[in-house]
């Protein structure tokens, strides 16, 4: 692994987001409707830590995926990916530079929330840390839908519908006991209870850690798959 | 010593075979052309020999195995291929510096590069670049860490002839550096004028190998002069010893403008070999 092609990948990746403006909105969206919603509902008792808990798994979640996913696709729609697989960059060397991008900036700014809580500093650690796993794996997941699909509108296709399954499940678990109990062993399911200030559990970490690894094994599938093109 | 070697290659994609039992080698240093037309197999034996499909039969570049290279090999060849993309919302000198940092190539290499390309505004957004001056920044990135083997897919296809001409000026000079160039094409002018050697493929076969103007010579049957006369007049007589006076009598009563041997070119030994043209 070189270090200079994850660095020279990572500035690339800075240059080129800020001149994309979708990319841009999608990590500030969350945080600003946290933001107006917490505002306009300003004086309801819990009202406040609901809207960030909401509100952050969906940054958390919804956001990584579909950037990474929109990311790796433009690169393979463009060709882009394929010139920088054949001038001797990895999986590994790619992803830590697209994925330390997007896990920067979604922490950067997933750091608003922290604005609306009264959280003490231990629970805004634990915030952040959950943020930060959260992150990784749903970008490792968007990854995974990049790679596999052919052109940045099919990306975005299915980083929708699977974001959007990711992000609400959490949420609609807290309503109905059957979705909670398949929420329970998604990464979202167990990032959505951290980040609402609950008790991190051996059983939550287990299913992050398999989450993580069974994302990572596919990624790696479909990046292969991505230099033959037979 | 050769840079390319290939033997009984074959390929195919949804059991239709592209490339059937394709053998030829590339020398060190040359300029190697393969003409064919659109579908021919030229971009797909390029793939292969670059370690981005799989194939039967053997085939080396440098010595080593396409079918297994080491990702080192990607250091020593530069790609030009008409799918080659380049980053439209960063700069020219941002395109070229990503891949100069892949490869410990400094600043000033970079500029030359570019320089030597006729890229000069490299400020500019490569969104905003032509479709020649697009394909000038893919060019001026293939050369930046000095490739050994330069792959060349179609290089001037499209391009307008002063921009064409460019590009043809500065592969002799990378040839007389020592880089081996591969390029397929299916501009007879263009492979004439570069190559050193050719091979003409039709439907995943080489119906001809070897130096364009032996090749030409080869399959000058017909064997004619043409004599271009001052009153604006083309004449054309079989070049052999009975018609010498005739020839004469042209040069005798000062008619003759020029007068050229008629061989065919390439377009018209490829279409008397396979009944197709080149340029489709």
């Known amino acids: 692994m070189h270090v200079q092609n994850i660095t020279a990948l990572f500035y690339k990746q800075i240059k080129d987001s800020l001149k994309n403006t979708p990319v841009l909105v999608l990590f500030i969206v969350f945080p600003i409707i946290a933001l107006v919603m917490t505002q306009a509902m300003k004086g309801q008792a819990g009202m406040d830590s609901l809207f960030v808990s909401m509100f952050s798994t969906m940054h958390c979640v919804f956001t990584p995926i579909m950037a990474t996913s929109s990311i790796i696709a433009e690169e393979k729609e463009k060709n882009t990916l394929r010139v920088l697989f054949l001038s001797n960059v990895t999986l590994k060397e790619y992803l830590l530079s697209i994925g330390g991008f997007v896990l920067l900036a979604n922490l950067i700014t997933g750091s608003i929330f922290l604005l609306f809580t009264e959280y003490s500093v231990k629970q805004s650690l634990i915030f952040m840390a959950s943020l930060a796993i959260g992150s990784l794996i749903s970008l490792v997941l968007g990854a995974c839908l990049g790679l596999y699909s052919k052109n940045a509108a099919a990306a975005s296709g299915m980083a929708i519908s699977i974001g959007m399954i990711f992000a609400f499940m959490p949420m609609l678990a807290n309503f109905n006991s059957g979705i909670e109990a398949i929420s329970k062993f998604t990464f979202s399911g167990q990032i959505s209870y951290f980040l609402a200030g609950k008790d991190v559990t051996v059983f939550g970490l287990i299913v992050l850690v398999i989450n993580f690894v069974l994302l990572f094994a596919i990624a790696t599938v479909l990046y292969s798959k991505s230099i033959k093109e037979d | ?280």
Not at chain 2, 51 to 66: D, R, T
Not at chain 2, 220 to 229: A, D, P, Q, R, V
Not at chain 2, 245 to 252: G, L, R, V
């Open chain 2, 1 to 280: 010593m050769n840079s390319i070697c290939i033997k009984d290659i074959s390929k195919s994609f949804n059991q239709k075979q592209v490339l059937k039992n394709l053998s030829l080698t590339v020398s060190s240093g040359e300029i190697f052309g393969l003409l064919g037309p659109s579908g021919a197999g030229k971009t797909t034996l390029i793939k292969i020999l670059t370690g981005q499909l799989s194939y039967s039969g053997s085939a080396e570049i440098m010595g080593k195995s396409c079918d297994s290279l080491d990702r080192s090999i990607y250091s020593e060849i530069g790609m030009v291929m008409d799918n080659s993309g380049i980053y439209e919302r960063l700069t020219c000198y941002d395109n070229m510096m990503l891949f100069a940092k892949f490869n410990n190539v400094k600043k000033d290499v970079v500029v030359n590069a570019l320089k030597r390309v006729g890229l000069t505004d490299v400020k500019l957004s490569a969104e905003k670049l032509s479709k020649g001056m697009k394909q000038r920044l893919i060019l001026a990135r293939a050369l930046l860490h000095h490739p050994k083997i330069l792959f060349l897919d179609e290089p001037t296809s499209g391009l307008d002839p002063a921009t064409a001409n460019e590009i043809h000026r500065l592969l002799l000079e990378l040839k007389a550096d020592g880089t081996t160039i591969f390029l397929t094409t299916h501009n007879m002018i263009e492979a004439h004028k570069l190559c050193n050697h050719i091979a003409l493929l039709n439907e995943g076969h080489i119906v001809e190998f070897g130096i364009p103007d032996d090749i030409c010579r080869k399959y000058n049957k017909e064997n004619m002069i043409s004599i271009l006369c001052r009153d604006g007049k083309t004449v054309t007589i079989i070049n052999k010893p009975e018609n010498a006076t005739q020839i004469a009598s042209y040069f005798a009563e000062e008619k003759v403008e020029a007068i050229h041997s008629s061989e065919p070119n390439l377009e018209t030994v490829f279409m008397s070999l396979t009944g197709r043209e080149l340029d489709i």
